[in-house]
């Protein structure tokens, strides 16, 4: 579409993203020097005035560096806009250095489809505010994220609701003609590390040891009622709850059942889309597993952890397969999988109109964005 466009990523990942996308990146904050564990309040005092002050100063150089001379900064989708685990890394402090910088450089700067929430701290919800302000263009991706910043005074009278960039991945890499034909029908069982602070500041351990003994009991029940079982993550740092799941899992379970769990490894979207375009049915927590699901046509449960999740099933007129993470039981979960079953094939077309829908809404934000015509 712009091909003449040179391309700069600012991630947490540069390494791994330039390799991949064949493209220029630079950490979003990263680390200079490397820390180590001092006792003494003194010593660590004089680290963050001699070590800590003067590594932030290079940042703030490296980011002027990285903006000078470029046309506009794009901060797309994601629930950016959190200080659920911090400040820092890419949390409200560096969404606004970088902010900041673009108008200093005098870059435009567009917030495109991105989340937000919660937002605990007075100092982050400022930050946040401010990075805002600073925007050319500001776009969130579901009506519940607008309504949030509203409520915390961040959202402005001009801001527009676009859906989630994933909508509009790239039709090339969709395996629509993917259908599972197995002796069985596969369920896509997808985990998540328990994200308690997206919904509580101070979130409890037994919540995730519940989600865990809620969703072996379902995956027992699919078992014995002759689905197969595919389990999907949607970030590396799933793989702990997936052995945790798996650990609970085997207890009582025959060699036979064992067999019928697919755990293969994923390290891309492109490999992600593929293993569930080979489920007939999704469950998820992770909130993009349940979107690509959707996006490839299957239908899916949400185990909801964060209004985004709630936003995106109701957006899609699926509210009703939707359950709260922190109230779920495995009994109600079962009667919403056997209803979502049982209504699959008339709900595909629904679910197809819906997501073209989407694909459309973004293609008219990228219109809008970058000013193309005809």
């Not at 390494?15 to 990146?25: D, P, Q, Y």
């Not at 369920?187 to 997206?198: A, D, H, Q, S």
């Not at 865990?212 to 389990?231: C, Q, S």
């Not at 059942?257 to 999704?282: N, Y």
Request: glycine share 6%; hydrophobic share 40%; charged share 20%.
């Amino acid at each position: 579409m712009l091909p003449d466009v040179e391309i700069t990523c600012i991630c947490t990942g540069p390494e791994v993203t330039a390799s991949t996308h064949n493209i220029a990146a630079v950490p979003m904050g990263g680390v200079i020097v490397r820390p180590w564990s001092l006792r003494n309040p003194l010593a660590r005092l004089a680290r963050k005035v001699f070590i800590g002050i003067p590594s932030e100063l290079y940042r703030w150089v490296r980011a002027f560096k990285t903006l000078m001379g470029k046309d506009m900064l794009v901060v797309p989708g994601t629930g950016l806009l959190t200080d659920a685990f911090g400040l820092f890394e890419w949390g409200p402090y560096n969404v606004f250095k970088w902010s900041l910088t673009a108008k200093l450089c005098g870059c435009e700067l567009f917030f495109v489809s991105v989340g937000a929430g919660p937002i605990y701290s007075t100092f982050g919800r400022w930050l946040i505010k401010s990075a805002l302000y600073l925007a050319n263009f500001r776009s969130y991706r579901d009506n519940s994220t607008l309504k949030y910043l509203e409520g915390v005074g961040a959202a402005r009278k001009n801001d527009r609701v676009y859906p989630d960039l994933a909508f509009s991945l790239p039709e090339a890499i969709l395996p629509h003609d993917h259908i599972h034909k197995g002796l069985r029908p596969v369920v896509g069982l997808g985990l998540m590390e328990y994200p308690g602070k997206y919904s509580v500041e101070n979130p409890s351990n037994a919540i995730y040891l519940a989600y865990l003994e809620n969703l072996v009991i379902f995956a027992k029940w699919l078992l014995a009622h002759e689905y197969d079982i595919r389990l999907l993550i949607g970030d590396m740092y799933d793989e702990r709850v997936k052995q945790d799941f798996r650990d609970l899992l085997k207890e009582g379970l025959s060699c036979s059942c064992e067999g019928r769990i697919i755990d293969e490894p994923v390290s891309s979207v492109e490999q992600l889309l593929s293993q569930i375009a080979a489920t007939d049915v999704v469950v998820a927590t992770r909130f993009h597993n349940v979107l690509l699901s959707l996006a490839l046509n299957r239908p899916a449960i949400s185990i909801s952890f964060h209004h985004k999740c709630a936003s995106l099933m109701s957006e899609m007129g699926l509210s009703e397969y939707c359950k709260d993470i922190n109230h779920f039981c495995p009994t109600q979960l079962i009667e919403s999988f056997c209803d979502l079953k049982a209504n699959a094939e008339e709900l595909r077309p629904f679910i197809r109109q819906k997501t073209e829908e989407r694909r459309t809404a973004l293609n008219e934000q990228y219109d809008l964005i970058f000013k193309r015509e005809g």
